[in-house]
């Protein structure tokens, strides 16, 4: 009988990690099927959820209507039918109002029937007393299931890029605004509440939501930032690089993966966050995460590098990790390998300054003999001071080469095309620098912006070697 029980009781657990872990777990890390942020620069998004409030919601308005400012409630169906005067006020004062289904309750804990009975009644609620239809949803706790996972297309998911734990009381509203003012930037999806009666939730919390989001409010008007509703971050996502533009309809379309290829990215971005935090990477420019370090002793042949300095086993080095998914989105977005190369000049333009600052004024870091990663991207480094070499046979090289081969041909949408097209050029290979050799290049946050600019204007600056290959 106890034998039995425990089989029920995996399967039970079996059950509900594909019912709802799973697809929380992919949505989540990877996006899939959610919006999660905008790409503009000037505009950022304020989402409001439980309400409506009779106390608080009022006062909310207020305070926006105060500073000429949009933005999204995702209302409880039950609240809204209590207090129509506030929904109707929404609307009329020109907010997206969403769905958060009918009684704020988690969708790991109710069949797909019971999830769509929710939806579609705090959406005829909303259409009663607007007159409109609202295609925009949020589950409570931003916890999904696989009815969820593969609705209707017209329904949109919107889920958020920062939360600041505004329905604590303990919080304090000095500290909530620090937190606020700390993803204050364009393309930010902000949740917030304007009422504190859920599980969890202080009754009065939003009193301080009140207080910091007047603070926020102001500051953001002095940087030229401004929040907009929810389905206008979505629409204006379009991003824009030189004479090229990629639509946001188009980013969508080579963004379309295979489910099971969804989930293996999902995973691997997991252990990618998860291989940050047990090793306490950094990064270099901590407001555009693309190149992250960590300082470790070296492990290998002696490798000469150029100036005559060289690096050998023993040494203390910082070792690069590039943000896969960043490379991934430049990739998708861009017309060309000409303007994915000269994207990524862009981006190495500001990094590699922000990166030689930190090492100058760490001094377990200033210490260090040399930067030291592993990449596929091995043609363009070198126009940075990197010194570009063959890993050593062996089982690292192997496995390094199966390794980002497989992440190549999963994450990509021509993956496999792109293998079997230029397998010879698919070659992990190392690349270094010495730090004096940052330091003396970008140390003064130097920049090389014209020179190798136009060098990747000419034919003899082409990524050959690029992960992200041209997508026309």
């Not at 023993?314 to 989105?329: M, R, S, V």
């Not at 992990?428 to 970008?442: C, Q």
Request: glycine share 6%; charged share 25%; with cysteine.
């Amino acid at each position: 009988m106890t034998t039995m029980l425990q089989s029920i009781l995996l399967w039970l657990l079996y059950l509900s990690s594909f019912y709802a872990f799973i697809p929380s777990l992919i949505s989540r890390l990877f996006g899939f099927r959610v919006f999660r942020r905008g790409k503009s620069e000037a505009h950022y998004a304020l989402t409001f959820d439980d309400g409506p409030d009779p106390i608080y919601t009022p006062r909310l308005l207020e305070l926006l209507r105060k500073y000429n400012v949009k933005a999204t409630f995702f209302v409880v169906g039950e609240h809204a039918a209590s207090h129509p005067e506030l929904i109707r006020r929404m609307h009329e004062e020109g907010h997206l109002i969403g769905i958060h289904n009918y009684i704020h309750k988690t969708n790991w804990l109710m069949r797909p029937r019971t999830v769509r009975d929710q939806i579609h009644r705090t959406g005829q609620i909303i259409q009663e007393i607007t007159g409109e239809k609202t295609c925009y949803y949020r589950p409570p706790w931003g916890i999904m299931n696989l009815f969820d996972f593969f609705s209707k297309k017209d329904r949109k998911i919107v889920l958020w890029s920062a939360m600041f734990e505004d329905w604590k009381c303990s919080v304090g509203a000095e500290q909530l605004k620090k937190r606020m003012l700390n993803k204050l930037k364009g393309g930010e999806v902000m949740l917030l509440h304007d009422r504190g009666t859920t599980l969890g939730a202080d009754a009065h919390a939003p009193e301080q939501m009140l207080e910091a989001l007047e603070a926020v409010l102001q500051e953001a008007k002095r940087r030229g930032l401004e929040s907009v509703r929810v389905d206008t971050l979505m629409n204006g996502s379009e991003i824009t690089e030189s004479s090229s533009v990629v639509s946001k309809r188009e980013v969508e379309t080579r963004l379309k993966l295979k489910l099971w290829k969804r989930a293996v990215v999902a995973l691997w971005l997991g252990w990618e966050k998860l291989f940050h935090w047990v090793y306490h990477l950094r990064a270099a420019s901590p407001k555009d995460p693309m190149l992250h370090f960590r300082s470790r002793v070296y492990h290998g042949a002696r490798v000469e590098m150029e100036h005559g300095y060289v690096m050998q086993n023993g040494d203390p080095i910082i070792e690069l990790h590039f943000d896969n998914q960043t490379l991934f989105e430049l990739g998708v977005t861009s017309r060309s390998t000409m303007h994915l190369a000269i994207r990524m000049i862009r981006t190495m333009e500001q990094q590699l300054p922000d990166l030689a600052q930190v090492v100058a004024t760490d001094p377990e870091l200033r210490s260090a003999k040399a930067l030291y990663g592993v990449s596929m991207i091995n043609r363009g480094p070198e126009k940075f001071g990197f010194t570009v070499q063959e890993l050593a046979p062996g089982p690292f090289s192997l496995a390094s080469k199966l390794y980002l081969r497989l992440l190549l041909s999963v994450i990509h949408p021509a993956g496999q095309k792109r293998l079997k097209q230029r397998t010879d050029q698919l070659v992990p290979k190392m690349i270094v620098m010495p730090v004096e050799e940052l330091l003396k290049r970008y140390g003064q946050h130097h920049t090389i912006a014209s020179g190798v600019t136009e060098q990747a204007e000419d034919d003899s600056f082409v990524i050959e070697n690029e992960v992200l290959t041209e997508q026309n």
